[in-house]
């Protein structure tokens, strides 16, 4: 079993940056991909960003430029680095993990607020 903790949430002014990370526990092994999702209020979880287990990314349109994925292996940890943060980015942000057969494993989520 994987277990997946978000942190870095809070609040931010339009325009400027935050950096999300995803701490994995557990068998490690089971991991696929790792990706970010997100879901405002009354909206549908909308998905972000994806790195496999080899390191291949890939990006939703809405957030490519300004959302980026990195791993770092030592730390069992994902990173999402958000740049030009604007207030349609507020959500809670979710972390995601899937195993060889595509079961899912999701975070508690954290929340960001961007706004003045």
């Known amino acids: 079993q994987v277990h997946l903790v978000e942190s870095g949430g809070g609040l931010v002014q339009p325009g400027g940056s935050l950096r999300l990370s995803c701490r994995a526990s557990?068998?490690?092994?089971?991991?696929?991909?790792q990706s970010w999702w997100r879901q405002a209020p009354g909206k549908e979880r909308e998905f972000l960003v994806r790195?496999?287990?080899?390191?291949?990314?890939n990006s939703a349109q809405s957030v490519k430029g300004r959302f980026t994925i990195s791993r770092d292996d030592s730390a069992n940890t994902v990173y999402l680095q958000m740049n030009d943060l604007k207030p349609e980015d507020t959500a809670v942000y979710y972390c995601?993990?899937?195993?060889?057969?595509?079961?899912?494993?999701w975070g508690q989520g954290t929340q960001v607020f961007v706004s003045s």
């Open positions: 790195i496999s287990r080899g390191g291949s990314r």
């Open positions: 995601n993990a899937e195993d060889w057969n595509s079961v899912e494993t």
């Open positions: 557990g068998d490690l092994s089971q991991i696929y991909a």
